[in-house]
């Protein structure tokens, strides 16, 4: 099993894995008419969602693995960023609603 994360806005697609490492880029030719400097802007914004998103869902894989994470007892924020599985505040909410209940445990 791969965890990935995606994100999609105005003609760019990634996918990336936990930690953002880059998989995928697809650009519109849309996309492309915007410019250099909107595009860049388009392309981090897209990764550093689909990192939230990919980031989530490495978590709860080893929270079903090792337990809580995160809770009492569990790894800090810190850990968690140390681990590459760290988010930026308001990114993890929407990660987190993105997550299909079946995924859930």
Do not use: F, K, Q
């Not at 996918?15 to 519109?28: I, S, W, Y």
């Not at 849309?30 to 392309?43: S, V």
């Amino acid at each position: 099993m791969s965890i990935t994360g995606t994100a999609r806005h105005a003609g760019v697609t990634v996918e990336v894995a936990p930690g953002g490492a880059l998989r995928t880029l697809e650009l519109t030719a849309d996309a492309l008419r915007g410019g250099g400097p909107r595009l860049a802007d388009t392309i981090l914004r897209a990764v550093r969602e689909a990192a939230a998103e990919a980031n989530e869902r490495a978590r709860r894989a080893l929270e079903a693995e090792l337990g809580d994470l995160g809770g009492s007892g569990g790894l800090s924020g810190a850990e968690l960023s140390r681990l590459g599985l760290g988010t930026e505040e308001g990114l993890a909410d929407r990660a987190e609603n993105t997550t299909p209940d079946t995924w859930r445990v």
